[in-house]
């Protein structure tokens, strides 16, 4: 959670970068309250919130997580047996 101490906060607020996971969530949440106080508060902008965050992760974890880990089952080898992670060829893992 994006609870840090207050002497830290107008750092933070000014610090183009993060420098930890704490620093980068606190960053995330002021720029949706901005947005929030921007954009007044309603469903509709906790919706465009919520939106924004969840694409963000899912294109971070398409785009980054996916090609690392992939990389790392190439190094180290898959812990999952094959039965379970390649479709047979009606597209069920099933048969």
Same mark, same amino acid.
């Given at each position: 959670?994006?609870? /840090?101490?207050?002497? *830290? @906060?107008? %750092?933070? @607020?000014?610090? $183009?970068?993060?420098?930890?996971?704490?620093?980068? #969530? =606190? %960053?995330?949440?002021? *720029?949706?309250? /901005?947005?929030?106080? #921007?954009?007044? &508060?309603?469903?509709?902008?906790?919706?465009? /919130?919520?939106? $924004?965050?969840?694409? $963000?992760? &899912?294109? =971070?974890? @398409? @785009?980054? $997580?996916?090609?690392?880990?992939?990389? %790392?089952? *190439?190094? #180290?080898?898959?812990?999952?047996? /094959?039965? =379970?992670?390649?479709?047979?060829? #009606?597209?069920?893992?099933?048969?």
């Amino acid at each position: 959670m994006p609870y /840090v101490k207050k002497n *830290q @906060r107008d %750092k933070l @607020r000014t610090m $183009a970068t993060p420098t930890c996971a704490g620093d980068l #969530n =606190f %960053k995330f949440t002021t *720029q949706a309250i /901005v947005y929030l106080e #921007n954009n007044g &508060l309603s469903y509709h902008t906790i919706n465009d /919130v919520l939106g $924004a965050l969840e694409g $963000a992760k &899912l294109e =971070f974890y @398409r @785009r980054v $997580a996916i090609p690392y880990e992939n990389s %790392k089952i *190439q190094e #180290n080898g898959d812990v999952y047996p /094959v039965e =379970f992670t390649e479709k047979k060829s #009606n597209g069920s893992l099933d048969g």
